[in-house]
């Protein structure tokens, strides 16, 4: 393949906007309608995440330590529609339909060539990974337990698996409701594996955001909700026994807190500094736990932050300021391992600036996390549109 070439071509493609996942979506459902019953009833945010997900494809094609996973994670939560190796190949001639209408002239016999042997890549690894997980479930049925509203616009819910779901602290899940069928979002389970097997999200309401308002405003004990297999790779490097840096925004704290608990069950505990930031005091949703969390162990320092700190409230602690700043005024931490999940101006700048600070960047392992992200179906784990 010729990845210059390559990314040239997608480039001028992805330059006519919607109307080239409309193209694609109508050209596979023409050739195949047998797939479109795996897909939500309206593909207006399906659409974003094809191009999305083939851009994230592109740019990492020529680094195979990064893209191999993140393929095989597809591969593997696939399974959870349905979807066959009988169906990769439908996909990979509509792909290189549309490729070739909005390139026009650009399509030439070498540029084929390239995404051909792209895709024939991208699907090999994916049906593979599919192959290799064949023994274990494609998906599993939970019973809500409870559903906490901790603020008008948070909830911590706690699910039950009918099944054992394992998992690694710092993971995420996609779900989806029977209150809005075909549509999987992504949460972080914010615990780490119980003995009751019970796992605990925290999912924040989006205006518009018909899965998020569904789980926050709707959901109740007793419901049932669908897993997808675990994702994500923001877990504790196994080969560290360095001091950790959590640093959390909104909800982002969910997978730091089940970090922490890993942590505290382990035999040797490490030093452990997070710093939380919210915009308003009034938005931490889990300062009970987390002050007993802080109160347990003393190897665990918590320090919160908020950019609009309110005079009304008694928030003693709360430091003023973007997270990110307080994070480096505490500092410095260049013998750290560190952990960043938020928003992407949060995480962006928060590992930007700890790089500037000295702390390695392949010691700091980041998540974008908004407050429900669509389910990888075609995207990477870390971006999505809030619903």
Not at 229 to 235: D, K, V, Y
Not at 287 to 314: F, K, N
Not at 370 to 380: C, D, F, G, I, M
């Amino acid at each position: 393949m010729d990845i210059v070439r390559m990314r040239k071509s997608f480039e001028a493609v992805a330059a006519h906007g919607d109307e080239v996942p409309l193209w694609f979506y109508s050209h596979l459902f023409l050739s195949h309608p047998e797939t479109r019953a795996m897909f939500p009833v309206s593909m207006a945010q399906q659409r974003d995440r094809l191009f999305g997900a083939l851009g994230h494809i592109v740019t990492k094609v020529d680094d195979s330590e990064a893209l191999v996973p993140y393929l095989q994670q597809l591969g593997r939560d696939h399974r959870k529609f349905g979807t066959q190796t009988a169906h990769y190949p439908a996909v990979g001639a509509s792909l290189l339909a549309t490729l070739a209408h909005f390139a026009g002239p650009d399509w030439t016999p070498e540029v084929e060539a390239d995404w051909t042997a792209a895709y024939g890549l991208v699907a090999g690894v994916m049906s593979g990974a599919a192959d290799a997980a064949a023994d274990a479930p494609a998906s599993w049925d939970a019973d809500v337990v409870a559903h906490e509203l901790r603020t008008p616009e948070i909830a911590v819910v706690r699910l039950r698996p009918r099944e054992p779901y394992p998992f690694s602290p710092g993971q995420a899940l996609t779900l989806e409701t029977e209150r809005r069928p075909r549509l999987w979002r992504t949460y972080s389970i914010a615990n780490a594996p119980r003995e009751d097997g019970t796992l605990d999200l925290h999912v924040q309401a989006m205006d518009g955001g018909p899965v998020s308002l569904a789980l926050v405003r709707h959901l109740e004990a007793g419901d049932v909700v669908r897993l997808g297999p675990p994702l994500g790779t923001m877990t504790l490097d196994p080969d560290s026994e360095r001091d950790l840096l959590l640093v959390g925004s909104g909800t982002g704290f969910a997978p730091l807190k089940a970090m922490i608990e890993q942590i505290a069950g382990s035999a040797v505990p490490r030093r452990v500094d997070l710093f939380l930031g919210v915009g308003s005091g009034r938005e931490f949703y889990d300062l009970d736990d987390l002050q007993r969390l802080q109160q347990e162990h003393g190897w665990l320092s918590v320090v919160l932050a908020a950019t609009r700190p309110d005079p009304l409230e008694d928030r003693t602690g709360v430091e003023e300021g973007h997270v990110t700043d307080v994070v480096v005024r505490r500092g410095p931490w260049p013998g750290r391992d560190g952990y960043v999940c938020g928003s992407s101006e949060m995480v962006g700048s928060t590992v930007a600036r700890l790089v500037d600070a000295h702390v390695p960047r392949h010691r700091i392992r980041s998540e974008v996390f908004l407050p429900s992200r669509p389910a990888p179906t075609t995207t990477p784990t870390t971006t999505g549109d809030p619903a």
